[in-house]
C-alpha cells in the first residue's frame, strides 16, 4: 500500500525528480485531472438523482391517483409453474379474463395469474381511468431505485470516462516517449561510435 501511495506521489509531483522529463510533468497535471473529475462530479451526481427522485415520486403518485385495484375472473385455466420454480418463489401465468370498467362495462383481456389457478379463479388487477390492464403504480421505493440509478450512472459514466481517457492519453504519450528515447539513442550511438573509432586508431 505504502509503495502504490509513493508510485502515485511521484506519478502526481514528478517535478520534485531531478530526472522527470517535461512528459512526466504533463502527465502528473493530467492524472490530478482525472482524480479531480470524479470529485467534482459528484454534486452533479446527487443533484441528477434528486431530481429523478422528484420526477418519479410525482409519477407515482399520479398513478397512485389514477389507478385503482378490482376483481378479475380467470376465463381459463393458468398453466402449471415450471419445474424450475415450483419449489421457489410462485410464479405467474398470463390468462384471459374478465372484469368491471369503472364505467361498469365489462372488459375481457390478459392479466397475470398464479400459475396453477383453475378456471374461475378471482385475482387482483390494476386498471387505469378508461378500465384497461396496467401494471401496479410505481412505489416509493421504486423511486429511490431509479433515483440511485441515475445518480450512479452519472458518476461511473465520469470514472470510467475519465480512467479510459488517461489510458489512451498515456498509451500515446508512452509511444512519443520511445520515439524521442530512439531517437537520442541513434543520436547518442553515433557519437559513442565515432569516440570508439577514434580511440581504436
Known amino acids: 500500500m505504502g509503495e502504490c501511495l509513493l508510485r502515485l506521489r511521484r506519478l502526481l509531483l514528478p517535478g520534485a525528480n531531478p530526472l522527470a522529463r517535461a512528459s512526466d510533468r504533463i502527465e502528473g497535471r493530467v492524472l490530478t485531472l482525472v482524480l479531480l473529475l470524479p470529485l467534482v462530479a459528484t454534486p452533479f451526481a446527487v443533484a441528477s438523482g434528486a431530481q429523478t427522485y422528484g420526477e ?31 419449489a ?7 390468462v384471459r379474463a374478465t372484469w368491471q370498467a369503472p364505467d361498469g362495462s365489462a372488459r375481457t383481456g390478459m392479466v397475470a395469474a398464479p400459475a396453477g389457478s383453475p378456471e374461475r379463479s378471482r385475482v387482483r388487477i390494476w386498471t387505469d381511468p378508461s378500465g384497461r390492464s396496467v401494471p401496479p403504480p410505481m412505489t416509493s421505493a421504486a423511486a429511490v431505485r431509479e433515483a440511485t440509478a441515475a ?6 459514466t465520469v470514472l470510467f470516462g475519465a480512467v479510459g481517457g488517461f489510458w489512451l492519453f498515456r498509451r500515446c504519450l508512452d509511444r512519443l516517449r520511445r520515439c524521442n528515447w530512439q531517437r537520442e539513442w541513434e543520436h547518442f550511438e553515433r557519437h559513442w561510435s565515432g569516440y570508439r573509432d577514434s580511440g581504436e586508431g
Open 56 to 86: 418519479q415520486l410525482g409519477a407515482a403518485r399520479s398513478q397512485t391517483r389514477e389507478r385503482q385495484q378490482v376483481t378479475a375472473v380467470l376465463l381459463d385455466n393458468a398453466g402449471p409453474p415450471p419445474a424450475a420454480v415450483r
Open 88 to 94: 421457489g418463489a410462485r410464479a405467474r401465468a398470463e
Open 151 to 156: 445518480a450512479a450512472t452519472l458518476w461511473l
